[in-house]
Antibody
Framework: EVQLVESGGGLVQPGGSLRLSCAVS????????MHWVRQAPGKGLVWVSR????????NYADSVKGRFTISRDNARNTLFLQMNSLRAEDTAIYYC??????????WGQGTLVTVSS | QSALTQPPSVSGSPGQSVTISCSGT?????????VSWYQQPPGTAPKIMIY???YRPSGVPDRFSGSKSGNTASLTISGLQAEDEADYYC??????????FGTGTKVTVL
């Protein structure tokens, strides 16, 4: 069974940092591109970042470029999102997601990040 | 990349059909058959319902169908059921290997 389990969310002050993790199981992690997608409270889905299977390429939404870093450890079957210089508008549920061809076929349950003083 | 445009809400009675539109541009929805649809009941993670415009993953009921014409994709739910009440999002895979999502549509079963 494919599983994606996020962790690391919580309450952080503006300007602070947080590192999200996504532990995966049930599939060959190293064979898939992975994404982070976020959803602010009561709002829609917004794509955040992508990393390819061998870590050679990454992409970021303009809103997080220069502040967030996506990475992965294929040996530990884990995806990461390092978030620095956090702002109130980064408050959201962050989902880890697996890409399959041109769609996201599996999503984690999400982890809530709240940026507030 | 701007969000794709969806109607905020649609509704229908049990057994009826509803269609959700997803409007993009020739650079996203119109350029390739890389449109997918996701269902998100309240308080849960999204779930894929349609990929590559019209293909259903295993386990998705055949009352869900997808299509595309020009820069607009559509999701149709035929024979609406109470369990279909949820938010629905379209998405297009871009030439930059990223995803752009729609604004979301709330489906209400009357």
């Amino acid at each position: 069974e494919v599983q994606l389990v996020e962790s690391g969310g919580g309450l952080v002050q503006p300007g602070g940092s947080l590192r999200l993790s996504c532990a995966v199981s049930g599939f060959t992690f190293s064979g898939y591109w992975m994404h982070w997608v976020r959803q602010a409270p009561g709002k829609g889905l917004v794509w955040v970042s992508r990393i390819d299977s061998d870590v050679s390429n990454t992409n970021y939404a303009d809103s997080v470029k220069g502040r967030f870093t996506i990475s992965r450890d294929n040996a530990r079957n884990t995806l990461f999102l390092q978030m620095n210089s956090l702002r109130a508008e980064d408050t959201a549920i962050y989902y880890c997601a697996r890409q399959n061809n041109y769609a996201i076929d599996y999503w984690g349950q999400g982890t809530l990040v709240t940026v507030s003083s | 990349q701007s969000a794709l445009t969806q109607p905020p809400s649609v509704s229908g009675s049990p057994g009826q059909s509803v269609t959700i539109s997803c409007s993009g541009t020739s650079s996203d929805v119109g350029s390739y058959n890389r449109v997918s649809w996701y269902q998100q009941p309240p308080g849960t993670a999204p779930k894929i319902m349609i990929y590559e415009v019209s293909y259903r993953p295993s386990g998705v009921p055949d009352r869900f169908s997808g299509s595309k014409s020009g820069n607009t994709a559509s999701l149709t739910i035929s024979g609406l059921q109470a369990e279909d009440e949820a938010d629905y999002y379209c998405s297009s895979y871009t030439s930059s290997s990223t995803f752009v999502f729609g604004t979301g549509t709330k489906v209400t079963v009357l």
